[in-house]
């Protein structure tokens, strides 16, 4: 398998030379040339596998430059019941007549970023062992992402993680799990600003070429391709469990922000999973609302970014789309550049209302979209707490919104579950006046003793400290 530029570089790579990369070098993203399609017999034949070796049968569709024995052996190996919590690892269940829930968020930091992490992790020491080569990943979060990266990351060979998070703005609890690491690679730096300025650090970083490549600077975002194909993944195993060995079609409904994990769902259905609809579920940051509403993407100033109760959803850009716009233009690269370098990059928004192209957005390739505000995810959880004994973390509370205004009949909705209540312990407070439980392995960890430095928002302090530790 070989894999492409978005914006029409000539260049192909393989599976293990974008593994350690971000970008591609015109500043498209990376995609495989064609989807492997998958059929009837193939699905009856996945429908009896364990989690792990699904994950192992679909990987190696994309992936032919690792040797098979030790894929399935990196699959093995990243998908246990020790570290998702149940043989199933992504359990479905039935809340009401027709809509499940698949939980994705019972691997080490609670949210669903663990099922790509997790796998991103062992793939990284596997090829840097293999290369005899390191790697520092520099990083910026605002709580999600940076947590599921450093549990990945803790400890394995080759890799040191540098993570800048706003000081004093992610959750005592999101603090906790991340500062409470006491690994040696792993250096959590608080930066005095808000996630934009830690945004700005990185990009800083990474475009000191010099820097970037004495001190072997990469990342983890969430365009990387790796991530999103172990994504794919859950889409198979919550197929499987919502329908009984026929080939019969289910939705998805999936809290979005980048437009990563709604993009798995994406390349599933590309591949043959019969999936009928797939509903993006955004929060009042609803540029991709709009965008499947209307045909216009407008991207967001920072000052029109709200800061809401779905932190993990408030974005003013959504750094995936890409992919999508690429497959709905009919993967031709020189309309991509000009509505990605040409429209975006002049007035911020590009229009595809009047192309014919839009309508295939949801015709062709299923998609639909709904928006909340606070007040529906307060609701939402009250209710869900009330009929079914069941608390949602709000991001699922906007999925679990979304996903009642586009139910069909006879045909399962699926909504992906992508953290815990207990990340948004405020929220859930609010909504229900209590606490939601916390996991065992949780309790009182904000008094565990914290590893942290303090750096002012400037990106020569920031190359300073990775400087000074990574000898
Ligand atoms: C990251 C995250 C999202 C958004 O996922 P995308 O892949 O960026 O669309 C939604 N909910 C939670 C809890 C998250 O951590």
Same mark, same amino acid.
């Given at each position: 398998? %070989?894999?492409?530029?978005?914006? #029409?570089?000539?260049?192909?790579?393989?599976?293990?030379?974008?593994?350690?990369?971000?970008?591609?070098?015109?500043?498209?993203?990376?995609?495989?040339?064609?989807? $492997?399609?998958?059929?009837?017999?193939?699905?009856?034949?996945?429908?009896?596998?364990?989690?792990?070796?699904?994950?192992?049968? !679909?990987?190696?569709?994309?992936?032919?430059? !690792?040797?098979?024995?030790?894929?399935?052996?990196?699959?093995?190996?990243?998908?246990?019941?020790?570290?998702?919590?149940?043989?199933?690892?992504?359990?479905?269940?039935?809340?009401?007549?027709?809509?499940?829930?698949?939980?994705?968020?019972?691997?080490?930091?609670?949210?669903?970023?663990?099922?790509?992490?997790?796998?991103?992790?062992?793939?990284?020491?596997?090829?840097?062992?293999? +290369?005899?080569? =390191?790697?520092?990943?520099?990083? @910026?979060?605002?709580?999600?992402?940076?947590?599921?990266?450093?549990?990945?990351?803790?400890?394995?060979?080759?890799?040191?993680?540098?993570?800048?998070?706003?000081?004093?703005?992610?959750?005592?609890?999101?603090?906790?799990?991340?500062?409470?690491?006491?690994?040696?690679?792993?250096?959590?730096?608080?930066?005095?600003?808000?996630?934009?300025?830690?945004?700005?650090?990185?990009?800083?970083?990474?475009?000191?070429?010099?820097?970037?490549?004495?001190?072997?600077?990469?990342?983890?975002?969430?365009?990387?391709?790796?991530?999103?194909?172990?994504?794919?993944?859950?889409?198979?195993?919550?197929?499987?469990?919502?329908?009984?060995?026929?080939?019969?079609?289910?939705?998805?409904?999936? $809290?979005?922000? %980048?437009?990563?994990?709604?993009?798995?769902?994406?390349?599933?259905?590309?591949?043959?999973?019969?999936?009928?609809?797939?509903?993006?579920?955004? %929060?009042? %940051?609803?540029?991709?609302?709009?965008?499947? +509403?209307?045909?216009?993407?407008?991207?967001?100033?920072?000052?029109?970014?709200?800061?809401?109760?779905?932190?993990?959803?408030?974005?003013?850009?959504?750094?995936?789309?890409?992919?999508?716009?690429?497959?709905?233009?009919?993967?031709?690269?020189?309309?991509?550049?000009?509505?990605?370098?040409?429209?975006?990059?002049?007035?911020?928004?590009?229009?595809?209302?009047?192309?014919?192209?839009?309508?295939?957005?949801?015709? +062709?390739?299923?998609?639909?979209?709904?928006?909340?505000?606070?007040? *529906?995810?307060?609701?939402? &959880?009250?209710?869900?707490?009330?009929?079914?004994?069941?608390?949602?973390?709000?991001?699922?509370?906007?999925?679990?919104?979304?996903?009642?205004?586009?139910? @069909?009949?006879?045909?399962?909705?699926?909504?992906?579950?992508?953290?815990?209540? &207990?990340?948004?312990?405020?929220?859930?407070?609010?909504?229900? #006046?209590?606490?939601?439980?916390?996991?065992?392995?949780?309790?009182?960890? =904000?008094?565990?003793?914290?590893?942290?430095?303090?750096? $002012?928002?400037?990106?020569?302090?920031?190359?300073?400290?990775?400087?000074?530790?990574? *000898?």
């Amino acid at each position: 398998m %070989n894999y492409l530029s978005t914006r #029409g570089h000539p260049d192909r790579k393989r599976f293990c030379e974008i593994l350690l990369e971000g970008l591609a070098p015109d500043g498209g993203l990376y995609l495989p040339e064609h989807y $492997p399609q998958v059929d009837t017999a193939t699905l009856a034949r996945w429908r009896e596998l364990p989690y792990a070796e699904l994950a192992f049968e !679909i990987l190696s569709l994309y992936i032919d430059d !690792i040797p098979p024995a030790d894929l399935k052996a990196i699959c093995a190996r990243t998908y246990t019941a020790e570290v998702f919590g149940s043989d199933e690892i992504v359990p479905l269940r039935e809340l009401e007549d027709g809509v499940y829930l698949e939980a994705l968020s019972n691997g080490p930091t609670l949210a669903f970023k663990d099922m790509a992490m997790q796998l991103l992790g062992n793939l990284f020491e596997y090829e840097l062992a293999r +290369r005899g080569a =390191e790697l520092n990943i520099l990083g @910026a979060t605002s709580g999600d992402t940076g947590s599921a990266a450093e549990y990945a990351m803790r400890g394995k060979k080759g890799v040191r993680v540098f993570m800048t998070s706003p000081d004093g703005r992610m959750s005592p609890f999101q603090q906790a799990q991340m500062f409470s690491l006491q690994d040696q690679n792993i250096h959590n730096i608080a930066i005095s600003g808000v996630f934009d300025d830690c945004q700005d650090i990185v990009k800083a970083v990474s475009n000191d070429l010099g820097f970037k490549r004495k001190y072997r600077i990469g990342t983890v975002n969430s365009i990387n391709w790796a991530r999103l194909l172990a994504q794919v993944v859950y889409y198979f195993a919550g197929y499987f469990q919502a329908t009984a060995g026929n080939d019969k079609p289910v939705s998805f409904t999936v $809290p979005s922000g %980048n437009f990563g994990n709604v993009c798995a769902g994406h390349v599933a259905r590309m591949m043959g999973l019969p999936i009928q609809t797939l509903v993006v579920a955004t %929060n009042e %940051n609803d540029v991709l609302d709009e965008f499947f +509403r209307t045909g216009i993407y407008r991207v967001r100033a920072a000052a029109d970014t709200h800061e809401t109760s779905s932190p993990s959803m408030d974005i003013s850009k959504a750094s995936n789309f890409e992919r999508f716009v690429f497959d709905l233009v009919g993967r031709d690269a020189g309309k991509l550049r000009s509505l990605f370098v040409d429209d975006l990059g002049r007035q911020g928004r590009f229009d595809l209302s009047a192309d014919p192209a839009f309508r295939q957005a949801a015709e +062709r390739f299923g998609f639909k979209s709904s928006r909340s505000t606070h007040a *529906d995810r307060l609701a939402t &959880i009250r209710d869900t707490d009330k009929r079914f004994a069941t608390l949602v973390d709000p991001h699922t509370a906007d999925g679990l919104k979304a996903a009642r205004e586009h139910l @069909a009949p006879g045909v399962p909705m699926v909504v992906l579950e992508t953290a815990l209540p &207990i990340k948004f312990a405020a929220t859930l407070v609010e909504a229900l #006046g209590h606490e939601p439980a916390r996991p065992v392995r949780f309790e009182g960890i =904000e008094a565990l003793p914290k590893r942290v430095v303090k750096l $002012p928002a400037d990106a020569e302090a920031v190359k300073a400290y990775i400087a000074q530790n990574c *000898d």
